[in-house]
């Protein structure tokens, strides 16, 4: 598929080509490619191994691929990159397990996120500007979390943690948002919110989920990349990567 | 210049005690009459002049340690450095009074056929140039020694090795003859400093007022420090590290800043240690003395500042107490004490002060280091 891409270099987001990645002689990622279009929402799915976790460290930084080309807005090699760089440029990542500053408010939380000078003066003589607060403000209000503002992170919800980063992540203000597995422990009802959630972020975000969750998937009706083994296996929508023969075989059909 | 920080009742409290200290300690060492109830005797100055240094000290380790979650064992080499600077100012004013009654060097140095003073010595006759050492010197060995660590993403029990192993290597390096810093001996034999006699009472008197002071003033830093954004973002590195880099932050450069900020408090201390003490040798670099000062911490409360430092008073109080009555077994009443707060004060002795308060209205916080959290909710 590398052929299909390569004209598009220039106008990806992100662009991934021949990626792989081996642990002590495990291979991760063999040879992965894949595009992502500014503004575009992707749906990433896969058994469990077939490189979804590894390729999120590959984006942000935390892992360094053995080959292949990692680009972003057609200019930055990200592999050259580490984290905090990563994120400057405006790449954000949502981890599997919840994580969020659990000793912290929720408020404290947001404002940790949100985008604002990061060096050691500017936070140790800054305090939150305008801004800053306003971001906060209308961020509390989309992940529905404006009653729990003055709460510390670790007593809420599992759902809530949940929202909370996703709301971290607006905070940052990235042009890429990753999301591992949003859904994974919710109830019916908070994943049906988390969708709306994410498809309000997708209006003006390019977004990239990896998640388990068919009928979440299904929900959030964008275009889906099937990885396995470290690799592409299909693309296309939902409906026609559950026709594929070779989904149905290494995936669906077990 | 930073405004003053938001302190809670304890903050208050602590800085009237450390300010109230400094001040009636001087009346009460040397104008209330000696044979007055009062009366603080030279021996009790002297004493608390020293629980004073341990607590800044203590202070300087729960600001990394605390909050930032690097446990250093090797804070013992900064308060040592800060020791030795400020012991080799006090040494230069001995000048021709000591045994071979050399102006220029000083008594280990022409016993060792020394002709010239080590460049290393020059300069510390003046006490500005002194105390600029006290804070320049342990403040570039941590620069130096956390710009490779963190940059190199060393934690955990692994930074705690190193931090331990640079201690060390400090020990026997001082222990050195040929090191010119005095060997196994150290500093003594103290004259005076800033023309004052360092043994007579009114000098002490001012040393404890100095040293308090100096507590307050340190709690005043780090208190200002750990509330600001860039505390919130230590204290988010401290629990989950790799989110703080994923958000954008330069962790090495945040860890550097508080265990370079740490290292100077330390040096401080360290600093107003040694004229009180009236020696300063190798053995303050002993990594035990770090190990020592962890527990303090530890047993007062991690990550409250106000318990980090009542910790080291606690401590060094039983300290001196068992070491009268029943000297052998100070040692396991140590490792008791930290056994025992570990398992049923895990918020320390600080941690005793909030089970009084009343329960307040918000739902119980579910995590390992409820104190922190219950002292950040109070200062708002």
């Known amino acids: 598929m590398s052929d299909e891409t390569k004209p598009e270099l220039t106008s990806s987001l992100l662009y991934l080509d021949g990626v792989s990645v081996s642990f002590d002689g495990y291979k991760a990622l063999r040879g992965l490619s894949l595009a992502l279009e500014p503004g575009e929402m992707r749906a990433i799915i896969g058994p469990n191994g077939a490189g979804k976790t590894t390729m999120m460290d590959v984006i942000t930084g935390k892992t360094r691929p053995d080959e292949g080309e990692v680009y972003f807005e057609g200019r930055h090699d990200l592999t050259r990159l580490d984290e905090a760089e990563i994120a400057e440029l405006g ?45 906060i403000e209308r961020i509390l209000t989309t992940t529905r979390l404006t009653d729990q503002r003055g709460r510390l992170a670790g007593a809420l919800s599992h759902g809530q ?73 299909a693309e296309g929508s939902l409906d026609q990567v559950s026709a594929d023969e070779r989904v149905i075989e290494v995936y669906l059909g077990r | ?136 010197v342990p403040g570039l060995l941590a620069f130096a020694f956390g710009w490779f660590a963190f940059r190199s993403r060393v934690t955990g029990v692994y930074l ?32 005076d400093i800033l023309g004052f006699n360092v043994q007579s009472d009114a000098t002490r008197a001012a040393l404890f007022s100095l040293s308090a002071l100096a507590l307050a003033l340190s709690y005043l830093i780090s208190r200002a420090i750990v509330v600001s954004k860039y505390g919130k973002a230590v204290i988010a590195i401290r629990d989950a590290e790799s989110r703080v880099r994923f958000l954008g932050y330069r962790v090495e ?47 007062g409360g991690r990550g409250t500042l106000v318990g980090a430092a009542l910790g080291a008073v606690a401590v060094n109080f039983a300290k001196t107490y068992f070491t009268g009555v029943f000297p052998e077994y100070w040692l396991y009443a140590l490792g008791g004490l930290f056994v025992l707060v570990t398992l ?9 002060l909030n089970l009084r308060r009343p329960a307040r209205p918000t739902p119980p916080t579910p995590t390992p280091t409820p104190s922190l959290a219950q002292q950040e909710e109070g200062a708002r």
């Not at chain 1, 949100?114 to 305008?130: D, N, Q």
């Not at chain 2, 192993?165 to 003859?177: G, W």
Request: proline letters at 5%; aromatic letters at 12%.
């Open chain 1, 91 to 135: 790449v954000g990542r949502k981890f599997q397990k919840p994580t969020v500053f659990e000793n912290h408010t929720v408020n404290d939380n947001l404002l940790l996120a949100a985008k604002a000078p990061r060096s050691v003066f500017a936070t140790l003589f800054g305090g939150a500007a305008a801004v800053e607060r306003e971001t």
């Open chain 2, 253 to 299: 450069n945040y860890k550097l800043f508080i265990f370079v900020v740490s290292a100077v408090m330390a040096g401080v201390a360290g600093a107003l240690y040694v004229p009180q003490v009236g020696i300063i040798n190798p053995s303050e670099f002993d990594p035990g003395n770090s190990i020592e000062a962890v527990i303090w911490v530890a047993v």
């Open chain 2, 1 to 136: 210049m930073m405004p003053l920080p938001r302190l809670d009742r304890l903050g208050v409290a602590f800085l009237i005690i450390t300010i109230g200290a400094a001040a009636l300690a001087p009346i009460l060492a040397l104008v209330v009459p000696h044979d007055s109830a009062f009366a603080m005797p030279p021996y009790v100055v002297a004493l608390l002049g020293k629980y004073m240094c341990y607590a800044i000290l203590a202070v300087a380790l729960d600001l990394v340690w605390g909050y930032c979650g690097i446990l250093s064992l090797g804070h013992s080499a900064f308060f040592a450095l800060g020791g030795y600077a400020m012991g080799m100012y006090l040494m230069r004013q001995i000048g021709a009074r000591g045994v071979y009654a050399n102006p220029v060097l000083p008594d280990f140095m022409v016993f060792l056929n020394w002709k010239e003073l080590p460049v290393a010595w020059w300069g510390f006759h003046s006490f500005a140039y002194a105390s600029l050492m006290v804070m320049l």
């Open chain 2, 344 to 352: 049923f004060l895990p918020k320390g002795l600080i941690g005793l």
């Open chain 1, 161 to 233: 943690k949940q929202w909370l980063e996703i709301g971290m992540l607006l905070a940052q203000d990235p042009k890429l948002l990753l999301v591992d597995e949003p859904v994974a422990g919710m109830t019916d009802a908070e994943t049906a919110a988390t969708a709306e959630l994410l498809r309000e972020i997708a209006r003006n975000h390019s977004v990239v989920v990896v998640e388990h969750d068919m009928a979440f998937v299904r929900e959030l009706g964008v275009k889906v990349t099937v990885l396995h083994e470290g690799s592409v296996l």
């Open chain 2, 160 to 191: 705690s090795i190193i931090t331990q192993a640079m201690t060390y290597a400090l020990k026997l390096a001082f222990f050195r003859n040929d090191f010119g810093f005095g060997g196994n001996n150290g500093l003594t034999d103290f004259k």
